[in-house]
């Protein structure tokens, strides 16, 4: 392998040194900042979470609301920005616009460019977590025709969302407790996750220098794929697909026969469980019953494939569990968010994990371009052969 070390896919590399997320991949932890994921889950809320991974520290009641009067007061994007998504087709997938508005956004915010101005480092940091819902929200409702709602500044940040989701001019849309603390479950387990794909993204985009808003988009690009962020979006088509429980056998020997995977099943890092998954699961359940969906056949289906792939021997040999994506999937579709939003809601949550890592990246001293190597096997060396020779 010549003076390089061939790694594809980066199993065994470490790309940089981080003081943000850690996971213990065969004991199935998570920590931000050294706090476990389920206490947060339990006590934290996902803003408490924001300011943990951004700064370090859980903030005091005083730095705490602060941050969430910052954060409230940055929610509405520029006016104009309603034009720039009249450009889309109506059928334009939420992700496609997403990517191209958050990166658009260094066309309408450029007092927030610089990054080597720690003032417009920060500025761009509460413009991005404060619009990216507003954003995702526009994207849904321009995809079904709707008008854009504009936020409310007297609800939580969770709870806004959904309003902007649901409420119409005709009727306000009244968050039920139950549901909004499910998604900013959902959006604290998203936060962060260290070196994945679309982080690792985001901090090679930012480390050739270009603006937070075009790095963030690059790391939006890089998450809709289905081995990432698409997954969750893929469990449910998968669930369609199958139809219903008697088709779960014959599905399941195409999972064998490796025509298809078992969406949702089997992580990179976690060889057991993946934490979020168990918390995931629990909100799951008090999603369904506060719902009374229990019993509808789609979700029955999934419970039912669960159980099924828990017990397989190709599963438990190969140690593959259910993911965060798994029961993700089954709430938000609960939630009435539709399967297209899936990945965007997991781009809202992640944008506080990108900006903290971003942030890291450029403080941090051994910081530069990143530049990987390759091996050639190409062609060796040859002469330029006329068209006529040819
Ligand atoms: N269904 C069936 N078989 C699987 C699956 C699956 N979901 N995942 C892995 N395998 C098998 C694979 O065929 C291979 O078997 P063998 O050793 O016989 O060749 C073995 O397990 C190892 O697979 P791998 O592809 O080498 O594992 P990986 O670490 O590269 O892949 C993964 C990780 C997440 C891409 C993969 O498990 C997968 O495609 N899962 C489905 C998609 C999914 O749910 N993705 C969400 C990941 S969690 C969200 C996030 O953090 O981004």
Redesign the pocket.
Known sequence: TGAFTFDP?F?STASCESKITFIDGDEGQLYYRGYPIEQLAEDSDYLETCYLLLYGELPTKQQSEEFVNTITKHTMVHEQLTWFFRGFRRDAHPMAMMTGVVGALAAFYQDSLDINNQDHRRVAEYRMISKIPTIAAMCYRYSTGAPFVYPRNDLSYTANFMHMMFSTPCEEYTPNPVLVKALDRIFIL?AD?EQ???TFTVRLAGSSGTNPFAAIAAGIAC?WG???????E??LKMLDEIGSVENVPAFMQG??D?T???????????KNM?P?AKIMKQTCDEVLKELGLENDPKFKLAMELEQI?LNDP??VE???YP????YSGIVLSALGIPVSMFTVI?ALARTVGWISHWHEMIADPLYKIGRPRQLYTGSPRRDYIPEDKR
């Open positions: 896919g199993t998203h996750h994945n794909a679309s998450l289905p081995a990432h962020g698409g997954a969750n893929a469990v999972v064998k490796r298809h995977r078992l969406m949702g099943f089997g992580h990179r890092v976690y993946d979020r792939a190709y599963f190969r140690k593959l993911n965060v994506d798994f997991f």
